[in-house]
């Protein structure tokens, strides 16, 4: 039997009015994600590629088109079974970290499951459990601002981790790191992925790109290309 997509956007269309008109941003995109893929999407600034990953991530919707989420019609949820879907499928890992802190490690980890009402007790062992997984076990009663950037990505790809997504969707998760850091949390995402977790990144570096085995590159709001990293991509990393 055939796995469901974890992605599936058919025909995605999002328009924005403005004073001066409509921008059309996305113009009919056709995308479908597997469970266990790594896929880089990529751009050039105003290609699209922001719009589509908050689409994917259920942060905002299509103006026309179908995007269905593990099997689930977004277009048809209201918004409190939208955020419910949004809390219990992706796991989301920013560019700025977005910890808080006054909150401990653990605390900013166990932040969704607060969200998903999981009791207290329960989400204090499984953030425990996801900041060991990342090698942060130790760290689990430090504050962010005690630790290195690195080591802070870290803990937000925890956070994304503690409620056992199918989807992981990181927003340039590297742009803030020296190169070593950035290779240290791209190496991660990789073992993640061995282990079986979707992964979606977008990202402009090729160096990045080049940890995926899938790259789909948007040009004026469609998709371009879709298909294996080039080979340049792997040499530059």
Not at 7 to 21: Q, S
Not at 120 to 128: F, S, T, V
Not at 183 to 192: D, N, S, V, W
Request: charged share 20%; net charge neutral.
């Amino acid at each position: 039997m055939a796995s469901t997509p974890v992605i599936t956007c058919r025909g995605v269309v999002k328009d924005y009015l403005t004073d001066a008109g409509t921008i059309n941003v996305l113009r009919g995109i056709d995308l479908t994600v597997m469970p266990g893929e790594f896929v880089a999407i990529m751009g050039p600034s105003g290609s699209g590629k922001s719009t589509l990953m908050n689409i994917l991530g259920c942060l905002d919707v299509p103006t026309g088109g179908q995007y269905v989420l593990a099997g689930a019609d977004v277009g048809t949820l209201a918004e409190p079974a939208l955020a419910r879907l949004r809390n219990q499928t992706i796991g989301f890992v920013f560019q700025g970290f977005n910890l808080l802190g006054r909150a401990t490690l653990e605390d900013n980890v166990a932040l969704p499951l607060v969200y998903a009402r999981v009791p207290a007790q329960e989400r204090r062992a499984r953030a425990r459990d996801v900041l060991a997984k990342v090698g942060l076990g130790d760290l689990s009663r430090s504050f962010p601002n005690k630790i290195s950037g690195g080591q802070q990505q870290r803990v937000a790809i925890a956070r994304a981790l503690v409620t056992s997504p199918a989807l992981v969707l990181a927003d340039e998760p590297t742009g803030n790191l020296d190169t070593h850091t950035s290779m240290e949390i791209m190496e991660l995402f990789a073992a993640l992925n061995r282990d079986g977790m979707t992964v979606v990144v977008v990202t402009h570096e090729p160096d990045v790109a080049a940890w995926a085995h899938r790259l789909v590159q948007l040009r004026d709001g469609v998709v371009h290309y879709d298909g294996p990293v080039p080979e340049q991509f792997r040499k530059a990393s």
